[in-house]
Every structure is written in C-alpha cells, then in structure tokens.
C-alpha cells in the first residue's frame, strides 16, 4: 500500500466491490477515448480485467492500484505500474472517475508511484505511454517530471503515442510505503 496526504493505493482484490468499481471505470467515457474499450460489460469479465493486474502483481511485484481518498476510503480510480509485452519500460498508468479530475490527485498518485518505483522497486527507469490528443495526461506525467522521448507506435495499433520517459532523481518523500 501507498499513501499520501489524501490518497491510499491499494492492490486490488476480486471482491464485489472492487468488481464493480472497475466495471464502472473501464466504462467511463474518459477512459474509454483515452486508455481504449477493453470489452468489459459485466462483473465476470470485470474480475477476468482484474485478474490479470494480480497476474501482474505474481510477475513483477507491481501492477495497477486501486486509488481511494484516505479520508473515507472510496474509490476513485487507479494509478499504478504495468509493463506491457510489446513496451521496454515500465510504465504509470492512472485513471480517475469524471467527478474526481481537476483537483491534482491524479497527480498526488502519479508521483507516490514514481518515488515507489524509484526507491523501493529500485526501478530506475519509468514510463508513460499517451495519445496527442490526451493534453490533460501530458500536463500531470510533465507535472512528475517526465519529457517527451519519441513517438511510438504500439503494436496492432495504428495510432501514433507520444512516448514520455523518467529518469529516476532523488528521491521528494511525497508518499510513504506502508
């Protein structure tokens, strides 16, 4: 677990609750245009979309957390690490439910997940993969720090991603690991 002065990153669990607060936001709009349908319609195929995070999880020791405000604990979306086949880093990945953009927490996570990487992961290289079009992601991976690096292609896409790369500097304590 991860957490900051107003967030708790959690790994997520094939619970109810956590089933249907991923169905909600892999369907949310914003997700969607931005990150890409991943055919999740139902509470089965949103544990079998959860699933292969806690496969991720067993692989790497990192994969996507569930984001809830520290205060009551509920969710609002998720920020974590994944690594893609087709990608050489690691990346940061987050994603928040529409009433819950616009107030930096999207931020706030992008970052405790970054100093995780960096100084428990020991990860000294970090990611982030987004579209063009996508300018309020831009500002939060350019707000942790990270640059442009290249265009990139993913595979059995056609779309072109701007390609942001982190190189791992000293360490801000803006979260800690508990």
């Known amino acids: 677990m991860i957490e900051t002065k107003r967030l708790r990153l959690r790994r997520l ?11 909600r936001l892999v369907n949310d709009p914003g997700w969607l245009a931005n990150i890409g349908d991943r055919n999740v319609h139902d509470m089965e195929q949103s544990r079998a979309y959860i699933q292969k995070t806690l496969d991720m999880y067993e692989r790497y020791g990192f ?38 953009r616009g107030r930096g927490l999207a931020i706030e996570g992008a970052q405790a997940v970054l100093d995780y990487a960096r100084d428990v992961l020991k990860l000294e290289r970090v990611a982030a993969i987004v579209t063009p079009a996508n300018r ?35 360490s801000r304590t803006t979260s800690t690991a508990v």
């Not at 669990?13 to 169905?23: C, E, H, I």
């Not at 690691?90 to 529409?98: F, I, S």
């Not at 992601?137 to 790369?165: M, W």
């Open 13 to 23: 669990t094939l619970s109810d609750a956590d089933a249907a607060f991923m169905l």
């Open 63 to 100: 994969g996507s957390l569930v984001a809830q405000l520290r205060e009551t604990g509920e969710p609002i979306g998720t920020c974590g690490l994944v690594k893609r086949d087709s990608v050489e880093d690691v990346e940061v990945g987050y994603a928040l439910l529409p009433e819950f």
């Open 136 to 170: 309020d992601s831009i500002k939060v991976l350019e707000r942790i720090g990270l640059a442009f690096v290249r265009p990139l292609t993913l595979a059995n896409q056609d779309q072109v991603h701007l390609y942001l790369a982190h190189i791992a500097p000293q």
